[in-house]
């Protein structure tokens, strides 16, 4: 079955810390893969986005996520957390080779402590 | 620009009414999603359209959900005989590009169920 896992449900990490935020995927054919955020209080926001080409991608507020093919993975990373990025953050990937499906991981709630 | 709106932000409806939710997408964009988040969980697949295709309705939940997209612009989802159960945040989401491009996220329609 396609499917798209975030093993965290809740990350904590001091302010000035890396972060890393992990996903997991199963699907066929070649993946396409998001990041979204959750902020309190507000709509969903893209990210980033892999799509082909280069492992690590970069986005939008300084986050960057790295495509490993051979895990399957394609985890989060932020160098230096801001208090500001305590949201909700979510996984998503295209599934089907013939629509545009897409499946959210569960979310993982990442709180950043000054 | 104006983003993806949805209307109304809030309902109130008693177990067994019929409710209409509206969603504007974002000028030219060819792909509408619909999701469901319920409280503290992830987002649901609903249904998607892209262009004149058939939609791919294969997350509706029942058969007392349903989705017109009129004109290739607006759509409404439509729940029949509401449950306690549907009592969750509806998302609509817009995207420019098909499968491969970022979802621009309206703010939802908190809907209620009493």
């Known amino acids: 079955a396609q499917s798209v896992a975030q093993p965290e449900d809740q990350v904590n990490v001091a302010e000035g810390n890396p972060l890393t935020v992990k996903c997991t995927y199963s699907v066929s054919g070649n993946p396409y893969l998001f990041w979204y955020v959750q902020y309190p209080n507000r709509g969903l926001q893209f990210l980033l986005k892999?799509?082909?080409?280069?492992?690590l991608v970069k986005g939008s507020y300084g986050f960057e996520a790295e495509f490993n093919k051979s895990q399957t993975s394609f985890h989060l990373k932020k160098p230096s957390a801001l208090v500001s990025d305590s949201a909700l953050y979510f996984c998503a990937v295209r599934v089907g080779t013939g629509g545009f499906k897409t499946i959210f991981g569960a979310g993982t709630r990442l709180f950043v402590k000054a | 620009g104006a983003g993806v709106s949805q209307s109304p932000s809030n309902k109130v409806t008693e177990k067994g009414k019929d409710v209409e939710l509206r969603c504007d997408p974002i000028s030219g964009h060819t792909a509408l999603y619909w999701y469901r988040q319920s409280l503290g969980q992830g987002l649901e697949f609903l249904i998607y359209?892209?262009?004149?295709?058939?939609?791919?309705k294969s997350g509706l939940p029942s058969d007392r959900f349903s989705a017109e997209r009129t004109g290739g612009s607006v759509s409404t989802l439509t729940i029949q005989r509401t449950q306690q159960e549907d009592s969750a945040v509806y998302l609509c989401?817009?995207?420019?590009?098909?499968?491969?491009?970022?979802?621009?996220f309206g703010p939802g329609t908190r809907l209620l169920v009493l």
């Open positions: 892999y799509i082909t080409g280069d492992n």
């Open positions: 989401a817009s995207s420019a590009e098909g499968g491969g491009g970022a979802q621009y």
């Open positions: 359209f892209q262009g004149n295709s058939a939609p791919d």
